[in-house]
């Protein structure tokens, strides 16, 4: 078993990489020779930890696969030690691989792990990002961060082969610069994670406007505008809308754009078998009232049919909503995030 240790300056340039990323905290990425924890196995494990304004980077190497067992139980030693591990899909992979290969050498991790998964967290937000997929340098090109190694995992899978039947240095840098630039480049995507706090209610609402502009088709149009402030900066622009929504974002601020219906619509009741439907006047009443009217002029109403028409300005809703919130900032944060998790339902 080789060990790798070398060390990188930390630059903390965002707050979210300053809170998650302390001295508690380790970074981990494993190399195997394949998907399948039966028939493969673990060549290399990379950990990096920080020690003040330095990132630790140790990389635990298995010259032969004979090895592998060394390198789990060093993995192991080290974790241990931390309180959080953080990795880039690691629920999805390296944590059930580890489990896997743990089990077949029949020894159990002792200690439970609070574990932060970059992968799982920004899962939702591959279209509203517009990343063409959520691989690690997928986000770290939309983040501008960039990378000496040009290989992928399952590019090196042959290149550590042909180590096992001749080893030599060039195959074992290819090795461990892949690891070593995953591992770097893991602490500078955790700003991205301020995406997914926006989402969650992250901010404060500094207005809220209507605003009147002229249609493509020459139209006079109403939408309100939501000025957001963000409690975490966003590191990059982006925009993102759906139907009558459109939201913008940038650094402390985000804008909703929320179009404002003008003209008639129907109200609908909820517990239609406590109305009436008054067919001439296309409106339903409660049995309290219908009681009072003909019998010739009313029927039971039906989910379809148990409305009454208001005529006014509308924003949309997709759940029920208080109807009056521009006198409540509470409220008003409220209605946001409704928007919010819709689109993030049609990304």
């Known amino acids: 078993m080789k060990i790798w240790q070398n060390e990188a300056v930390f630059t903390a340039e965002h707050p979210i990489t300053e809170e998650v990323f302390t001295e508690s905290a380790l970074f981990f990425d494993i190399e195997t020779t394949g998907f399948s924890p039966i028939n493969t196995h673990i060549y290399l494990i990379g950990c990096a930890a920080r020690r003040g304004q330095l990132i630790c980077v140790t990389q635990f190497f298995a010259e032969k696969p004979q090895e592998e067992k060394a390198i789990l139980t060093a993995f192991s030693k080290l974790a241990n030690q931390y309180e959080l591990l953080i990795s880039y899909n690691g629920r999805g992979f390296d944590i059930p691989y580890l489990q896997k290969r743990t089990e077949y050498y029949g020894f159990h991790e002792k200690k439970n792990l609070a574990h932060l998964d970059i992968f799982r967290e920004m899962s939702k937000f591959k279209l509203i990002l517009r990343l063409p997929n959520l691989k690690q340098k997928s986000l770290e090109t939309f983040l501008g961060i960039e990378r000496e190694d040009k290989y992928s995992g399952g590019d090196l899978v042959n290149v550590y082969l042909d180590y096992t039947r001749q080893p030599d240095d060039e195959k074992a840098s290819l090795l461990q610069l892949h690891n070593y630039e995953d591992l770097l480049g893991m602490p500078k995507l955790l700003p991205i994670l301020s995406y997914p706090r926006l989402f969650e209610g992250d901010f404060d609402v500094l207005s809220c406007e209507k605003n009147s502009y002229q249609s493509y088709e020459g139209t006079q149009e109403l939408e309100m ?111 946001a995030l409704h928007l919010l998790e819709y689109l993030k339902k049609q990304a």
Do not use: W
């Not at 000025?227 to 939201?247: A, C, E, M, V, W």
């Open 225 to 335: 505008i939501m000025t957001l402030g963000l409690n975490t900066p966003l590191p990059k622009r982006f925009s993102f809308g759906r139907q009558d929504i459109y939201l913008t974002a940038y650094d402390r601020q985000a804008k909703l754009k929320i179009s404002i219906y003008q003209g008639e619509l129907k109200y609908f009741y909820p517990n239609y078998r406590d109305y009436y439907f008054l067919p001439e006047e296309d409106r339903a009443i409660h049995k309290s009232v219908a009681f009072y009217v003909d019998k010739n002029f009313r029927t039971k109403a039906k989910a379809a049919t148990c409305y009454s028409k208001k005529t006014g300005c509308f924003l949309p809703q997709y759940e029920e909503v208080d109807d009056d919130f521009t006198g409540s900032l509470e409220l008003q944060k409220k209605y």
